[in-house]
């Protein structure tokens, strides 16, 4: 079995990432940053129009119709230009929500906004700190009027529409659409580890809302999605990475010290090495999660663990490391490096942290080895 991308899947991240080293230079980034923006709209307007985010979305809807083994290809562009963009939240969560659950009337209203950019969606979830478990939803729908604080809720502030996990006139655990353009919809900035990523507190006041999927599958329905959704991830973080590896090297390339390239040292030597072998752990981890994904496979669940769990290991080690190759310049604000620290810390527990996933892997495994 041949785990690569086609020569055709090449030459799109080829012309992908020549679009972003043109129009999300780091600049962008920082510029996101201090502004109080959410995202880069400029951006997300060129690349939704060019059909690079709705490669997955079927053409029927405004997509490109191309699949997932394209979308990873420009998930790992994105996470390599730290491109300040809704991606996570927008084009892995709330396409995908719709794409597996949402009625025939939701898709046709949805995405096709989603697909050109017309509209963002992200998804509610978490209520307090720690990790969201089914016994810590206390979001309640009655009536179809949904009473809830969810926080934080990445990209809230400019999200048009949000899938919420509450808690049914039944009490099971269900998914709804909210349009947060309601006045009984109150959103509030949030800072995180990543300014460059922004996040709300969302306060739902009796918001009007309809439901998406099965009553009662909400919980099951958002597993099956973070499981796709984190191969996704993967790719951004195996791209941020791998761009943090070569910022490493080069710098020990350019950098002298006692008269030799601190390249030349030992201790930057090992460095470089655990993290290309990190790097290519996680890739080759990636790449079976990106089939598994394309395919549809069984193996799916296993294998998005996988890739999250090495993804997310590398994409830590190289973005530290990146710092301490750089030394005492590497800590401060007018260098590059804390960037990828930042992004690589809040990918880390986007769709959970690792200790979540460790379990997903684990509960995976034991059915097999049995």
Same mark, same amino acid.
């Given at each position: ?17 020549? =679009? ?6 780091? !600049? ?6 201090? !502004? ?84 963002? +969606? ?166 079976? +999660?990106?089939?598994?994904? !394309? ?25 530290? =490391? =990146? ?48």
């Amino acid at each position: 079995m041949h785990f690569d991308f086609s020569d055709e899947q090449k030459a799109l991240r080829d012309s992908f990432r020549r =679009n972003l080293e043109k129009n999300c230079p780091i !600049s962008s980034v920082r510029a996101i940053i201090d !502004s109080a923006a959410g995202h880069d709209a400029a951006l997300w307007r060129n690349l939704s129009q060019g059909g690079f985010l709705a490669a997955a979305i079927p053409e029927a809807f405004g997509g490109a119709g191309a699949g997932y083994l394209e979308l990873c290809v420009v998930a790992e562009e994105c996470g390599r230009a730290l491109a300040p963009l809704p991606t996570v939240s927008s084009v892995y969560q709330a396409t995908e929500f719709l794409l597996a659950a949402g009625s025939a009337a939701q898709k046709a209203a949805w995405l096709p906004k989603l697909a050109s950019g017309g509209a963002i +969606g992200t998804l509610a979830l978490a209520e307090r700190p720690g990790e969201t478990t089914p016994s810590s939803i206390e979001a309640r729908v009655v009536g179809g009027r949904l009473t809830a604080i969810k926080i934080p809720v990445a990209d809230g502030m400019a999200a048009d529409i949000a899938l919420v996990l509450a808690r049914d006139e039944r009490n099971a655990l269900s998914l709804f659409l909210a349009r947060l353009s309601q006045a009984e919809v109150e959103r509030t900035p949030v800072k995180t580890i990543d300014p460059s990523r922004k996040h709300a507190r969302l306060v739902f006041n009796r918001a009007e809302v309809e439901p998406v999927g099965e009553p009662g599958q909400g919980w099951k329905l958002l597993e099956a999605i973070r499981d796709r959704a984190a191969v996704l991830v993967a790719f951004e973080q195996i791209g941020g990475a791998d761009r943090a590896l070569t910022m490493a090297r080069d710098y020990a390339l350019q950098r002298f010290a006692f008269g030799r390239q601190i390249g030349s040292f030992q201790a930057i030597k090992h460095m470089l090495v655990d993290m290309y072998v990190s790097l290519e752990l996680a890739r080759s981890n990636c790449y079976f +999660g990106a089939w598994a994904l !394309s395919a549809n496979s069984e193996s799916l669940p296993a294998a998005a663990a996988r890739a999250r769990l090495a993804a997310t290991a590398a994409y830590q080690l190289c973005s530290t =490391n =990146n710092i301490q190759v750089h030394g005492g310049m590497g800590f401060t604000w007018e260098f590059d490096c804390h960037l990828y620290y930042r992004r690589s810390n809040y990918l880390a527990l986007a769709l959970g942290g690792p200790a979540l996933w460790e379990s997903r892997l684990i509960g995976q495994i034991r059915p097999a080895a049995a």
